[in-house]
């Protein structure tokens, strides 16, 4: 092969790469924003429809707690039929469910079609790792899981600004059609920009295979010790932003809808986090990374405690930015780690990701309805001393690649 050919071929595979990392970065914004467009809305639904929060926390915790029951089966069917196959459809499918949502006439048909939404939803976040770990070269799979990462941010951020800004104007329902109709326009993005898969093998998808699959992976420590952190460091981080609207919108500061919601902004910081980690992590490696990105979010969730809205606001943006930091280098660590298939290992951690949304998200509403925003920042250090242990069995699991 000539240098004309070797450039020729370096030129394709970088333009391949690129447009995966375009691609996922769309996917990344309408998997949030339809994921998370609810929690904004959560003291509008409890008026509208005169319910406890952690009841009206539940068209939060449905569509991530459906999203993880599929995450496993809808992975065994992207290794059998296509990664890209998958991915598109559960985004057309999800995006065509949220433009029905404001229609529900009453919170149990929104929370049935939430949790079908959810369902619908994990064919991008259960495909995307284990796609990008087969069409990515390991030297740059950090920053494109970290790019990826950064479109789960800004979709989360525009799926809970869009709705809070047109609560001053609109119900919840024109809040909802409106963050509906985002998302479509991101999954036509989304479904035009993926190109074909060049890496993906295809295997059969028996039940057999499943099982071996995923058995291989829980036999392996620091994949178990990976998936746990995603429990606990997803459900803390859920917590806190299903209740900072109660928060925010009720005594001692009272702050109007579209003002409270404007503290998703600070979501910004979880982007930056995401796409910096993943190149910090690259050169000084994960262990140190994870670490400090855990600390981090604990640091936060602290100085968020006393009600002076300059403390909430500044621990929200410290436990943003931890969090983010700490799942784009966990996420790429699973992928290296990950025994024989790696989308076993992918959907196995966002099961556990998804999973610790879904139980910890909603669970902890009963201890912000007993002991208010302290007792909900206790349960979420607990959360955060538990993900620091793992971490240190994690590196002695896996001392060689940190």
Known sequence: MTSTDIRATDASRTSHERRITIALFAAGLTTFASMYSAQALLPSLSAAFHVAPAQAALTVSLTTGFLALAIVPVSALSSRIGRTRVMTGSAVISAAIGLLLPLSPSLDVLLAGRALQGAALAGVPAVAMAYLAEEIGAAGLGTAMGVYVAGTTIGGLAGRLIPAFTLDLASWRWAEAAVSVAAACCTIWFVRGLPSSRGFLARPAGMRTVLSDLGA??????????????????????????????????????LPAAVSGSIFLLYLAGTVASAVGGR??????????????????????????????????????????????????????VGVLAVGNRGAASSLYLFAYYLGSAVIGGGTGIAYAEYGWTGLAACVVALVLVALVLVWYLRQQDRTVC
């Open 217 to 254: 992976q829980l036999r392996h420590g620091g994949l178990l010790a990976l998936f746990g952190l995603a429990f606990v460091l997803m459900g803390g981080f859920v917590s806190m932003y299903n209740f900072l609207g109660y928060r925010l919108t009720q005594p001692p500061f009272e």
């Open 280 to 333: 910090i992590a690259d050169r000084l490696g994960r262990h140190r990374v994870l670490i400090a990105s855990i600390g981090l979010m604990g640091l936060g969730v602290v100085i968020s405690v006393p009600d002076h809205l300059g403390t909430v606001v500044l621990g929200i943006l410290l436990c943003t930015a931890g969090f983010f930091g700490a799942h784009t280098v966990a996420s790429a660590w």
